[in-house]
């Protein structure tokens, strides 16, 4: 897979954070963390679902609190990635988390665009930013981080919603998404990973987002699957994140394949990679041997990728020349 010139649109910065950087990270701000080795922190990575998950990885990012360090964490992720073949990663990265303990914007956002700019010159590989709000938290305060974040307006491409589904529609974002695409913000949503299709309805019809993350219960609702086909909107699918919050229980019977013979254009992408056991290549490995996809339709996610992906024409157009 490593030869396959791919973009990943679905990853998140704070997902990236293995367990030895972990350890390292809380050791040099002088913090404790409730597993005290990296084989007791992977021993906790055995999830029940979304809301289970969060606890361990809100954890996790409590241990991130210099500039430094979110400079090293976006470093290693996309180093890997170039290493895997990605020629573009557009990284979900949530600041909440961070400002709850008083970590200024500036570091978080600072030491990411550092990183970007190192990994281009280093390896070519294009890094995009997309700064996530928390939809378990207010509309208030998704709109807070939308002014927080006004002065790398220049350096942000997209605004997205995550953390816990259930309960927290894209509707209660409604104003949100307007205000940032007013910013002239693409804009993207975690719907239907344990949520209802319906939700996926509501992030397009309501809010009007660009590109659905996840997108696993579409198949719910056959009209929606017409709906998202005429509209050619992208999902960004996350099959080990989704074997390992029990979003599924067997890739055998995962949708993706449905979706693409339905004309939908979906993406394959490692959402938490150092959680769920895999990388990007690795979950196109999965479902390639889950589905027994083809070459010619493992082809077709990598187009998907670059032609889903928020980049300028003519860089699309370059990574789709590369693909043949
Ligand atoms: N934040 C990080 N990973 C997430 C996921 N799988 N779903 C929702 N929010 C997330
Ligand atoms: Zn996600």
Known sequence: MTALPKAELHVHLEGTLEPEDMARFARRNGLALPWVTPDELRAAYSFTGLENFLAVYFAGCGVLRTRADFRELTAAYLRRAAGQGVRRAEMLFGPQAFLDHD?????????????IAEAREETGIEGALLVSAHRHRTEA???????LIRPWRSHVLGVGLGSAERGNPPAKFARYFAAARGQGYRTTCHAGEEGPAAYIREAL???DVDRIDHGYTATDDPSLVSLLADRQVTLTMCPLSNLRLRVTDDLRTYPLKRLMDAGVPVTVNSDDPSYFGG????NYEAVTEALQLSDADVITLARNSFTGSFAPAEETAKALAELG
């Open 279 to 282: 990388y990007v290549n690795e």
């Open 205 to 207: 019809e309501v809010c």
């Open 141 to 147: 305060d998704a709109l807070e981080l939308l002014d």
């Open 103 to 115: 970590v200024p914007i500036d570091d978080q956002l600072g030491g990411i665009t550092d990183a």
